[in-house]
């Protein structure tokens, strides 16, 4: 009988009482005669090369893989499908030297995290945080002091329109709000749909109303934003990051807000994971800060677990997998016969 086509799925994808942080239903992609699958033994921060050796896919939510991952002589490992649509713990260029497949599941995390960037332009624009704590203090003489901003004619801008900066436009088309965005990969041709025109970065910042950074981080865009974008932003605006920390002067993002520089901000991602309970940010009251979780919903978590199976799966029966990061490896590994 042929060898079963092993599946590890990384420990950190259960909760303390051991079951899945997804609906178990999604398992049942991996119910397949070709398929044997498992959740790795232990806790790896950073893949092992035992691991590598003992799987042909690994199903990986926050555990790096590294070029050490890849290097040992026993290596089987062909596919690595993560959990989310950042992969930016994953040494591509390491996989793609060593015939390794990596595949992301943005179907999962473009309507979830785009409801949550809505869902923070919402809270900052009627000043949810100090309305919240006026309430539970028994301050409501002090209401009128604290309107919100509207959001009819308002400039949304993002930083990026990909996957979920594209869908951010689509759910905030009802607000009645201009959309203008920074891409230098896309064209104004391809946006035009979405009502979105495309201008430089320091434009987005002198204009927008709500800035939302909807980018990958990358070499190109680490500390992509800083003290100069902060200052050519009005005191009126609000800025918003659920992508990832580093894309983001942190230093430069608390003095902007300390100094009333811009009106506030919506932080789901830190420089920092997780970032510590001294951090300056945490102690500011016009800032709005969630632990990294704020698109994780049961929505967004089925679905990113489907797709990660998916893949594994059409791996397993020599077909290409959708959404590979790094397609110059297709074609070039025995395993495929597409």
Request: aromatic fraction near 6%.
């Amino acid at each position: 009988m042929a060898e079963k086509f092993r599946v590890g799925i990384t420990r950190d994808n259960l909760k303390a009482d051991g079951k899945p942080i997804f609906d178990e239903s999604a398992l049942k992609v991996l119910d397949d005669p070709r398929i044997e699958w498992e959740f790795v033994a232990q806790s790896e921060p950073e893949i092992s090369a035992a691991s590598a050796a003992r799987y042909d896919a690994m199903a990986v939510m926050l555990g790096k893989v590294t070029r050490q991952t890849l290097s040992g002589p026993d290596r089987r490992l062909k596919l690595v499908s993560r959990f989310g649509v950042g992969y930016d713990t994953v040494d591509v260029p390491a996989c793609t030297d060593n015939g390794v497949l990596l595949c992301i599941a943005p179907d999962g995390v473009r309507r979830p995290i785009a409801t949550s960037v809505i869902t923070y332009v919402l809270m900052l624009a009627q000043r949810v945080m100090i309305k919240d704590r006026l309430t539970r203090e028994g301050r409501w003489h002090e209401r009128l002091n604290h309107f919100g901003t509207g959001l009819s004619g308002r400039v949304l801008g993002s930083i990026g329109v990909g996957n979920i900066g594209a869908e951010v436009f689509r759910l905030a088309a009802p607000f009645g709000m201009k959309h203008i965005a920074c891409d230098p990969y896309i064209t104004q041709e391809s946006v035009r749909p979405l009502g979105v025109t495309l201008v430089d970065m320091d434009t987005l910042f002198r204009e927008a109303d709500f800035i939302a950074v909807n980018c990958p981080l990358t070499a190109e865009t680490r500390k992509l934003v800083g003290a100069k974008q902060f200052a050519l932003m009005k005191p009126t605006a609000f800025f918003i990051n659920t992508a990832r920390g580093p894309i983001v002067d942190e230093k430069a993002l608390y003095e902007a807000l300390a100094s009333r520089r811009i009106a506030g901000a919506g932080i789901d991602v830190f420089e920092v994971e997780p970032t510590p309970v001294d951090n300056p940010l945490l102690k500011l009251d016009n800032i709005v800060v969630t632990p990294h979780h704020i698109g994780l919903t049961d929505e967004c978590i089925n679905t990113i677990a489907a797709s990660v199976f998916h893949a594994c799966r059409e791996l397993a029966h020599g077909r290409v997998p959708k959404n590979v990061v790094n397609q110059q490896v297709l074609g070039k590994v025995p395993y495929f016969h597409a």
